[in-house]
């Protein structure tokens, strides 16, 4: 069972490396490289985003992804305190665990509405499942509804505020269960489940879409890198794809790097889950869009992209109300491995700050987390003229629901890297830092220059270049 990560300081932690990689790839795998990658990469011009996003995981993403998880084993902590210790230890201001606090915000603002989409997709489950009954195992999913019919699903399911709410607080009670387990009692068991699960029918799904669809197509689409599409704006929603995807920014990685033994390379294992995750989110646009593309439609339309379109193609496919289900199941197994990382977060924080038991932190997180989910759902319809951020123009015309995307994406995600980055880059003591990162030689030299200089300053520039349009 429980496993002190180190010191025997009889604190829950990850039974092995493999059990930290699998949850920490788990955290990073989800929603945002299923739903949301394919989707920005759509509407921001495809390969020219695509291209920068690779640049911006490499150069920006990976030394922070370091970064973190480097503050919380040497903390030993929740995200606040081990910021803290290390700034203490280094003789600086306690008041960095700031930049901490900023992060377990976020991660609570993306956990309302990430459970709102998890809820969808168990919506969908539930769609599928009933409808293999009826379409049969060989033939197109939803045989008995017309094209409109199924592309109507989605925009209904939205409007209904009730149906998303019910839904949402199921995706909150199934995160709940795991987080209230403890990390290697719950946590790490839905990765070390769910992960090679989710591995395995997401290569079975693309080698199935790679010879019905349009792979070729896909290919072009991809990767061609037409630079005049590179703005300002494409080049933040990349950094914020980036930092969202690898689940950085928001004290995830802290978190998760506090359970880690001393015994595991941070540098080594860091890379993997880089990889994995950039890989993921790489053929998911392989797996999506060649389906989307061969059944002549739209690759646009942003998260209509999976829970209209995708529907909708699986209707001409053989197999396709199994592979629908297999589909969205596989969905749902990112999701939640993912939705477990980010409710980790507060938990482990308010544990930590009240002294409280773990069972309780929990349940009183996913209640908040899931009244302002049912807010966001709402939002969608029945409050739709309410912009609470409005004034800012990237805002302009959000709902909660899309404002807490933004924001987290495009702010307290860019905002929580720098202060990362300037921390451990500037204040923490050098030595400290260097006995937790596992690099030495010229990779050293490296890491220190992109955590030191062209990290905060391709950040800041990217920000002033995506906030003023
Ligand atoms: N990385 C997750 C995804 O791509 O869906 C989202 C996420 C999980 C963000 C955990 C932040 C986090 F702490």
Redesign the pocket.
Known sequence: MAVAPSGGTGRDGWSSRTAFILAAIG???????LV?FPAEAASNGGGAFVLFYIFCIVLIGLPVLLSETLIGRHGQSSATQSVRRLAVESRASPYWEGLAGLGVLA?FM?LAF?CVIGGWVLYYIGLFFLDLFQSGVTGGALQGLSAEQIEAIFPALQADGFTMSGFDIAFVAITLYFVARGVSGGIEVVAIWLMPAFFALLLLITIYGAFGGAFTDTLGYLFTFDFSKLTGEVMLAAVGQAF????LG?A?MITYGSYVGRDVNLAGTSAIIAFADTSVALVAGLCIFPIVIAAGLSTEGGLGLMFATLPHAFQSMPFGSVIGLAFFIMVGF?ALT?SV??ME?PTSWAMEKFKTSRALTAITVATLAGLLGVASAYSLNTMSGFHPLGFIPLFEGEGVFSALDSVTAKLFMPVGALLVCIFVGWIADPKLVDSENGLDGALHKFWRFLVRYLCPAALLAIMVAGLSG
């Not at 955290?27 to 490289?33: E, H, I, Q, R």
């Not at 969202?244 to 689940?247: E, I």
Request: net charge positive.
């Open positions: 955290s990073a795998v989800g929603l945002g490289n949301r991660a993306i990430y969202f995807s690898l689940s928001v995830g990112a993912s990382a980010l977060v």
